[in-house]
């Protein structure tokens, strides 16, 4: 049986999520996804790469979170059920990008990360 959280306990959930990027802790982060966890990037331009599972993602992360000089900070953030809203910055040596992110949980898990980026 599958609950929809509340809004608290979702937060929670992603707060963990976005403490694990903030730390570079790729295993923290991938062990707060579900086994069929969505990630979409934000390139190629225009819409992005879509990765599925956790093998694909941990590909697809793992230069973000080895880049020990880039910083992950969440701006603001609204949590509605099973559903977060997040702005943030995204900052790497002299260059940054600001985005949003669409996350989704399910049973204690982030299942879907789907990321924006201002163009």
């Given at each position: ?23 570079h ?14 990630f979409?990037a ?76 201002k163009?």
């Open positions: 049986m599958t609950l929809t959280p509340t809004a608290s306990t979702t937060s929670e959930i992603v707060d963990r999520f976005n403490a694990a990027w903030a730390a802790d790729l295993d923290a982060a991938l062990a707060l996804i579900s086994a069929d966890c969505v979409e934000t390139a190629p331009a225009p819409d992005g790469e879509r990765h599925v599972g956790i093998d694909a993602i941990r590909l697809a992360w793992a230069a973000i979170f080895a880049d020990l000089d880039s910083r992950f900070t969440v701006e603001d953030a609204y949590a509605h059920g099973d559903r977060v809203v997040q702005r943030w910055t995204y900052s790497w040596g002299n260059g940054h990008v600001r985005g949003v992110d669409l996350i989704r949980v399910r049973d204690g898990l982030v299942v879907e990360k789907l990321a924006y980026v163009g």
